[in-house]
């Protein structure tokens, strides 16, 4: 019965991985020459996470992020954040209808299986935190009533950095909601050329076709959720978020919320490479991406240059791997 069992699971993380190169095949026709942050992307948005893309304007945020939403066969809805975007027109409102002498509901850009917030922290900290409660629940209050969104449902933020003049930064609680945070950077010489040849084409939306539908899409993360992790890569997630919260240059480390994220990325990684449990380098693979803005630099460590990145990669390499279980 085990062995039939462990050969239903690696059947099923085999369709699992084929629907993952689709789904990062089609997501590529948005950004050139970037495939391991369009990997990355996909693997968060299928371990059933939110995505923030941070970096300088023009490198390709918002393609990136549109290109991962048209590969669901879902609904879509793009909020661009400015500094008089209402919370209402995030979540909702209700609306009196003279009519029918009644309150009715009017839906906010929240009610899609796939958000794409553009320059998120360009809105006020009010209208941001209209995201907390749907993006930690799937449901929005409003007049004290919950409403549930449709599932799938995803969040793919883009944000410039926080230096350039005007922008709000984002605060903890909501860096903390999303699963990962990823820069895309600079394109290599020969992708630049590729862009510069393919500018006149602009965006070409045959390239884009859906790949999943949204039943497909959620079957896909309940199969990664299912994906095994053994106690002694639990154990290496729980001490390398411990070793977060001690370290003399973090005020705050990395939340048990982060520790759930770590280990949702790692099955989801494993699933996508044709694996029915996860490995420790699996873990160290996404701690990087997942863990990071999830900590607070102390200003003394900041004054010295230090970052979160730096740190991170500093306890990793510190604490052991304990490779004997796999399974």
Aim: with cysteine; net charge negative.
């Amino acid at each position: 019965m085990a062995e039939s069992n462990d050969q239903e699971a690696k059947r099923t993380v085999a369709g699992f991985a084929t629907d993952c190169d689709k789904i990062v095949s089609s997501s590529e026709h948005g950004v050139k020459g970037k495939s391991e942050v369009v990997e990355l992307a996909v693997i968060c948005i299928l371990a059933d996470g939110h995505l923030l893309i941070e970096d300088v304007p023009g490198v390709g945020k918002t393609s990136l992020a549109r290109a991962l939403a048209e590969t669901i066969d879902g609904t879509l809805q793009r909020i661009q954040f400015t500094p008089d975007l209402l919370p209402s027109d995030v979540t909702g409102v209700q609306i009196w209808n003279r009519a029918t002498e009644t309150f009715e509901f009017h839906e906010g850009a929240v009610f899609a299986n796939v958000v794409v917030a553009d320059e998120i922290n360009r809105a006020s900290p009010k209208t941001q935190a209209a995201l907390l409660e749907v993006m930690e629940e799937h449901q929005v209050t409003v007049d004290g009533t919950p409403r549930l969104v449709p599932e799938p449902f995803v969040v793919i933020a883009t944000q410039n950095p926080i230096e350039l003049e005007g922008p709000y930064e984002l605060p903890e609680a909501q860096l903390d909601r999303f699963l990962m945070r990823l820069r895309i950077g600079y394109p290599d010489a020969e992708a630049e050329m590729e862009i510069i040849d393919g500018h006149e084409k602009r965006w070409d939306r045959s390239e884009l076709q859906p790949v999943v539908d949204t039943v497909r899409f959620n079957r896909m993360t309940r199969i990664a959720d299912q994906v095994h992790v053994g106690l002694a890569v639990k154990q290496y997630i729980v001490a390398v978020a411990s070793a977060t919260r001690k370290h003399s240059a973090i005020s705050i480390g990395v939340s048990p919320r982060g520790s759930i994220a770590l280990a949702s990325s790692a099955r989801a990684w494993a699933a996508a490479n044709n694996r029915h449990f996860v490995t420790p380098d699996d873990v160290r693979l996404m701690a990087p991406h997942v863990l990071p803005h999830r900590m607070i630099v102390t200003p003394e460590a900041e004054l010295r240059g230090l970052t979160s990145e730096e740190i991170l990669r500093e306890i990793l390499t510190e604490i052991p791997v304990n490779e004997t279980e796999r399974s």
